[in-house]
């Protein structure tokens, strides 16, 4: 099934004008709920309460207000919001073409496909084709929905991709992060790490190689209350520990004792049934601990009449 259009937008630059379609290059396919009623299991409606005047407000009779201090806001209509908005011409302006290595990617937000529109196809594979030849992308503003976007254009495969881009003042600087103490490390620790990347190394990032686990057993567990059945679920919390690291490396290491190298996802997957052994097997050893040092439960008491009686016979 072809890919259905989101929107259209017209690529400019000098005296060129290219005419193409966005579409969703990327979604989300988590489980989403709805909030019941657990009495009747009727759907619930959000509605907005206003505690001074102890009443339920409709959204016709709210306006918009921002908060300069603390409980002081100033109001805004959604007539005085529209008169601040950009002209929706869906227009998308190039300024500039940088360098790809000079981009980061912690300044891309959102990613759409780009696709030549009726008239458009020539200009569209020309652009694609020249910046993959100069190793360059396009800085441009998009104008969409009332706002000027931040946008970087790239090519990708036989076409265009739009990335949505985070400007610089809404991204915060690393520094503000405690990235704990300086030290240094032996060169033994060195090179055990760097073995150790080494055998986790793989040819390329290869995404279908992973999944979702926690949104598929969500879904499992979906059909099993759509057809009836009983969910019983298990799940084991691991301990944190806290190990040496230069033993946490000859260890990881030794699982290259085998004769062909192990894939990334393979190794991965062993060290976690390493460690859950363990930890089983730890669990294992004080559960029996337990056991043995239960106290011995107390005899069954006799009658005084039938101790008496046996004083007697003896």
């Known amino acids: ?17 290219i005419p193409t379609k966005l579409y969703t290059a990327a979604s989300s396919e988590s489980v989403s709920f709805n ?7 009727g759907r619930m409606k959000q509605q907005y309460f206003c505690p001074t005047d102890s009443e339920i407000v409709e959204r016709s009779e709210m306006v918009r207000g921002y908060e300069y201090a603390k409980d002081q806001y100033v109001l805004f209509t959604e007539e005085e919001l529209d008169a601040l908005e950009s002209p929706k011409n869906n227009s998308l302006e190039i300024l500039e073409f940088v360098p790809l290595q000079t981009v980061d990617l912690l300044y891309v937000a959102k990613t759409y496909y780009l696709g030549p529109d009726k008239g458009g196809d020539k200009a569209y594979k020309l652009l694609s084709d020249s910046m993959t030849r100069t190793k360059k992308v396009a800085v441009g503003r998009f104008w969409t929905r009332g706002k000027e976007q931040l946008v970087l254009l790239r090519p990708y495969k036989n076409g265009l991709v739009l990335h949505y881009v985070y400007y610089a003042n809404e991204v915060r600087a690393f520094d503000e992060v405690d990235t704990g103490a300086t030290g240094m490390f032996t060169p033994v620790e060195s090179d055990l790490a760097d073995k150790l990347i080494e055998q986790l190394t793989t040819d390329g990032f290869q995404p279908d190689r992973y999944r979702d ?5 969500v879904r499992e567990a979906i059909e099993q209350k759509v057809a009836g059945q009983q ?6 919390q691991p301990t944190a520990q806290i190990i040496d690291l230069f033993e946490a490396l000859k260890r990881s290491l030794k699982t290259d004792s085998a004769p062909e190298k192990s894939s990334a996802v ?3 997957q062993s060290l976690k049934t390493n460690s859950a052994s363990e930890q089983s097997g730890t669990a294992e050893v004080a559960v029996q601990k337990q056991v043995a040092t239960k106290a011995k439960p107390p005899k069954k ?7 008496r009686a046996s004083k007697a016979t003896g």
Do not use: N, W
């Open 213 to 217: 686990t926690y949104t598929d057993r």
């Open 35 to 41: 909030y019941l009623h657990k009495k009747c299991a």
């Open 266 to 268: 393979e190794v991965a």
């Open 1 to 17: 099934m072809p890919a259905r259009a989101i929107q259209s937008a017209t690529i400019s630059f000098g005296l060129v004008s």
């Open 231 to 236: 969910i019983h679920v298990s799940h084991q």
């Open 301 to 307: 008491a006799e009658p005084r009449a039938g101790r």
